[in-house]
């Protein structure tokens, strides 16, 4: 343990660093846990480590925090050990603040029994108490399927809080925000338990983690396999994943209903569920985010990814041949996509049902649904390409129902190329490619020239969707002066040159593409990237770059100029939006509204680089976080953004303190809140 009082022997910045570093790498005791271990069975070396993981808990639990428990490789179930009883299907490993679980170490009997290596020395937590399971063939027969009678209800738990609190809440006979037909009691767990899981493979549970308590999650390198209800299911806590994979479970893979999520390189591969069978989370006052993560051959019967949260950011991300009735990402709330691919997927891509929509660099290809469909306020879409999606319904490429700006992007082979929205001339679109044209600057109706499309493979059964797959294209740009070739991982040169190429907003930053650019960024998915297709004149590329040759044609000339003459003065900053400023001016901080009066919500907004496209106002109840509006749109009156709100005939809004501020968004989509202040509500 690192104490403060070492401190006080001498608190020279050396001592201090070099306690700090001790402090950095060291988790307090170390708990050792080996099935294969025939010492003393005490946990403190790997030749006396635990043969139970059980026992090891047990240990830990006493230990002061924070406390590491080592595993070696090999096989644990949670009803071995001291303190369960063998075969009992309600024993799990259960978890507590401070701790950190690692496995996949060598052990004992090997060289060096600290060396790590998750795939050689797999640690294995199962569920499968008989270990008499057979394969099932399709995730959906995991929880009927005989040989898992026997198996652990859940494998590893968090389930209590040591502190929680009471809230009594009113509850509503129809929708929320109807008539009051009583109150509950709904019981916040609020003690933390922050946890660590590293390394390990978690198979054939009901449900393999179940965490229903504040704090972190945090798990690295971990496995979940063949678990029937839920790999990990988890309620009130932050969740963080880091190289982990959910393979073939039932139900979702990940259930999530609480504080901020984000997975990073994480496989979602097999598995099998009605809604969200890969991703199901509900964040509602949180963010979700996840990097380089892949959904691949999940099947749901209406989402494989199902989202409601503030804020959900995809970085990276790919879907493909996923089988969704409705649609791969199901989300509500805002929802930005950046680098995305969704292909070759049996139902729609992305369907964002209320929030704002920012796509950016992505490609939706060869979905059989529709590729965007959306009832988002805002809407913005650039620098994508959506090509090959096929549905019965129109707007295979995009169904808005309030309208989208779309620049510099490419709608090609879309079975109905017309874009959908309530009012046609609320899709602003310039510099894209329709292949049924559309009104706008810049747009051009010509064939993309792309490298190669996508097309479904029909097994030599035309008449049975059932066995059909999709082969993934290249949807890169041809060139004659340079095209990267990601199988080949190399630049390539091609017959013909592609006009999308060079046709985006002249005005659009270029961003990394490579040299000669022309001076211009392209359209579609991989414009002003680095890897974006090379400009063609029409002559080799040049020997020499000279300064001041802007679109990269060998000679400093009049097109240089005039590249140079309309960006005159430009800076890259002109590019990155301003912030709208909001102030709550109504209700003030402390003000107590009594009935039967009722509450105005007067806010000032502007933006300094465009205009304020919509203010909102937000009150939540501050002893139950579950309960809020969701946004009281305001009018806009000559002495600012206005809203009242009859709170009086609506027992919802029960007596007590309430949070509100009001939110700005402006014409970029971008979003910020007002200080928020408290006021007080009060009934007769
Ligand atoms: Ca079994
Ligand atoms: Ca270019
Ligand atoms: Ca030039
Ligand atoms: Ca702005």
Not at 597 to 626: K, Q, Y
Request: contains cysteine.
């Amino acid at each position: 343990m690192c104490e403060s009082k070492r401190f006080h022997v001498a608190a020279t910045i050396t001592v201090l660093l070099a306690v700090l570093g001790v402090c950095g790498t060291a988790r307090g005791k170390i708990i050792y846990v080996d099935t294969a271990a025939a010492g003393e069975n005490s946990g403190s070396s790997w030749a006396d480590a635990y043969n139970f993981l059980q026992d090891a808990l047990t240990d830990a639990n006493t230990a002061e925090i924070p406390v590491e428990i080592r595993m070696a490789w090999g096989t644990y179930k949670p009803d071995q050990g001291g303190g369960v009883t063998p075969g009992d299907r309600d024993a799990a490993f259960e978890l507590f603040d401070g701790l950190a679980i690692r496995g996949g170490f060598a052990g004992t009997g090997s060289v060096d029994p600290d060396v790590r290596n998750n795939e050689i020395y797999e640690t294995i937590l199962s569920g499968d108490l008989n270990g008499d399971d057979v394969d099932v063939s399709n995730p959906s027969d995991l929880s009927h399927e005989s040989t898992r009678s026997d198996n652990s209800r859940i494998i590893v738990s968090n389930l209590e809080s040591e502190e929680n609190i009471e809230v009594e809440v009113p509850t509503t006979g129809g929708r929320a925000g109807g008539p009051v037909s009583g109150t509950r009691i709904v019981i916040i767990p609020v003690s933390e338990v922050n946890v660590e899981l590293d390394g390990l493979t978690v198979v054939a549970g009901s449900t393999a983690i179940r965490k229903l308590t504040p704090g972190n999650l945090s798990v690295s390198n971990c496995t979940f396999r063949s678990n029937s209800i839920s790999a990990i299911r988890i309620e009130w806590s932050e969740l963080t994943m880091t190289n982990c994979t959910f393979e073939r479970n039932r139900g979702h893979a990940v259930s999530h209903s609480g504080d901020n999520l984000t997975a990073r390189n994480c496989l979602f591969g097999g598995n099998w569920g009605t809604n969200g069978a890969g991703l199901s989370c509900f964040a509602l006052y949180s963010e979700v985010m996840l990097r380089d993560c892949i959904f691949t051959g999940n099947v749901a019967v209406w989402n494989v990814a199902s989202c409601t949260a503030d804020r959900l950011e995809l970085y990276n991300c790919k879907f493909t041949g996923n089988v969704a009735q409705e649609a791969c990402l199901d989300t509500s709330g805002d929802f930005f996509a950046e680098n995305c691919t969704f292909t070759g997927n049996i139902g729609g891509a992305i369907d964002l049902l209320t929030g704002r929509l920012i796509l950016s660099n992505s490609l939706i290809a060869g979905n059989r649904g529709q590729a965007i469909k959306t009832h988002a306020h805002h809407v913005k879409i650039q620098n994508c390409t959506i090509a090959d999606n096929h549905t019965d319904e129109d707007g295979s490429a995009l169904d808005t129902l309030y309208g989208a700006t779309v620049s510099n992007s490419i709608f090609w082979g879309n079975s109905s190329p017309v874009m959908k929205a309530w009012r046609p001339a609320t899709l602003m679109t310039d510099f894209c490619n329709f292949q049924a044209g559309w009104p706008g600057v810049g747009n051009i109706k010509v064939d993309p020239g792309f490298v190669a499309r996508g097309h479904w493979e029909l097994n030599g059964t035309p008449n049975d969707p059932g066995d059909d797959y999709w082969i993934d294209g290249d949807y890169r740009l041809l060139s004659q002066a340079g095209r990267w070739d990601p199988m080949a991982e190399t630049w390539v040169k091609d017959e013909e040159t592609s006009p999308c190429i060079d046709a985006g907003d002249p005005n659009s930053p270029i961003g990394r593409e490579p040299f000669p650019t022309g001076g211009r960024v392209n359209m579609g998915a991989y414009g002003a990237g680095e890897k974006a297709s090379k400009t063609y004149f029409g002559d080799p590329a040049c020997d020499v770059i000279l300064a001041g040759d802007i679109n990269g044609d060998c000679i400093v000339d009049e097109l240089d100029l005039a590249i140079l003459e309309s960006h005159w003065m430009m800076r890259g900053e002109d590019f990155i939006n301003k912030s709208p400023v909001v102030t709550l001016i109504e209700p003030q901080d402390g003000d107590q509204i009594t009935w039967p009066d009722s509450i105005l919500f007067r806010a000032e907004a502007h933006d300094p680089d465009g205009e304020i496209e919509r203010v909102s106002f937000h009150i939540f109840r501050i002893t139950d976080t579950r309960t809020r509006t969701s946004g009281l749109r305001g009018q806009q009156e000559p002495n600012g953004w206005e809203r009242e709100l009859d709170w009086q005939s609506n027992n919802s809004y029960g007596e007590g303190e309430w949070r509100v501020w009001a939110e700005a968004t402006d014409n970029e989509g971008e979003v910020v809140v007002s200080p928020p202040v408290v006021i007080t509500l009060i009934r007769p």
